[in-house]
């Protein structure tokens, strides 16, 4: 399995993990004590065992311990913790270890990522004569922007539609043509179009809680550059107590990527880009939304849109992060399955 830009996890320790804790799961459980299973590495002087306590939150412990690493304060992975902590591992002489936790017990969908980013820790770990502490940091560093919001961040209900409504759209090219359609989510990694691979095909989507669609836009989104054929999709997107949650369309697609765990990788990695932040789940949540079906539209010369070539001159470079407000209205949609032949190229060959 290659590694993604964010786990360099090899196949050696890919998904080893998730069978391990459904295994501890079933086991029996004292408060105070964790039931672990060693995981076995290429090193006689580095042990790791992964553990579950009484709450269900896993841990992944590594001896010999890092006496205190101040360094991992600086990382702010908040959801996890990092510290020295003495624990009696049943059926184990109690001995303090390097203990690397989450609270998959109270946010259970802490745990995909958790057990990938423990799976990095591993492979590193594994690396000979590379400190167990230096390890962990090393792959800190590669996950902080995942699991550490900046401490200015906030969570607005526009935001969170938009990013609902580019999930959905995720989940349906996975459903209709694959998983490898996954990959071509590329917007939340610097790409003009939320959707593109290749040069074939581009689809830019677009959320709006208005009928006519009302939607906003930068210079560069309706322009189809390169492209042979772009598209606007768009949602109606209304708050509902009944609705969908943005975890919840997270875990749908958890689930749709199923044990791919390159690929998983790559949809985290675009999470993480988008701003999605594990730990403002439960902020998330307290959005609810209908989400209509797909609203299609090529954008072509007729298309209402403002792009660089519309004006006689280009912008001045010093003007920068120019938007405008558009409302759909006169123009005929297309249903998802009328250009499903031509969203087929986000797959890629």
């Known amino acids: 399995m290659k590694p993604s830009n964010t786990s360099r996890s090899e196949s050696q320790f890919g998904g080893v993990l998730q069978p391990l804790v459904d295994v501890l799961r079933r086991s029996a459980r004292r408060p105070g004590h964790l039931t672990g299973q060693e995981v076995v590495i290429s090193r006689s002087d580095v042990n790791a065992i992964v553990a579950l306590d009484a709450a269900d939150d896993v841990h992944l412990l590594i001896t010999p311990a890092a006496g205190d690493d101040s360094r991992f304060a600086k990382l702010d992975l908040r959801g996890l913790r990092i510290a020295d902590r003495d624990w009696s591992v049943i059926g184990r002489t109690p001995q303090r270890y390097l203990d690397i936790s989450c609270s998959t017990g109270s946010s259970p969908s802490f745990l995909r990522p958790f057990l990938r980013f423990a799976e990095d820790v591993l492979y590193e770990v594994a690396t000979p004569e590379i400190d167990p502490a230096e390890a962990l940091y090393r792959t800190g560093l590669r996950w902080r922007r995942f699991w550490s919001p900046d401490a200015g961040a906030q969570v607005t209900e526009e935001w969170v539609r938009g990013l609902c409504g580019e999930l959905r759209f995720l989940a349906q090219l996975v459903e209709r043509f694959g998983v490898q359609a996954s990959l071509s989510w590329s917007g939340p990694l610097g790409h003009d179009h ?156």
């Not at 906003?216 to 492209?227: E, S, T, V």
């Not at 390159?262 to 993480?272: G, K, N, Q, T, V």
């Not at 902020?283 to 004006?311: D, H, M, N, Q, W």
Request: glycine share 6%.
């Open 194 to 349: 939320d959707f593109q691979r290749g040069t074939e095909v581009a689809v830019e989507v677009k959320t709006s809680s208005e009928m006519p669609f009302t939607i906003h836009c930068n210079l560069r989104q309706l322009d189809p550059g390169i492209f042979s054929r772009l598209y606007l999709i768009c949602y109606r997107v209304t708050r509902s107590e009944k609705g969908l949650s943005l975890p919840d369309l997270v875990t749908e697609l958890e689930s749709l990527l199923g044990a791919n765990e390159e690929l998983l990788d790559a949809f985290y990695r675009s999470l993480a880009g988008a701003g999605y932040r594990r730990d403002f789940e439960n902020t998330y949540s307290e959005f609810r939304f209908e989400i209509s079906e797909a609203a299609v539209f090529p954008v072509g010369e007729s298309f209402p849109k403002l792009t660089e070539t519309s004006f006689s001159s280009a912008p001045d470079h010093r003007i920068s992060n120019i938007r405008y407000s558009l409302q759909i209205t006169g123009l005929d949609a297309v249903s998802f399955d009328v250009v499903a032949n031509e969203l087929q190229s986000l797959v890629g060959h």
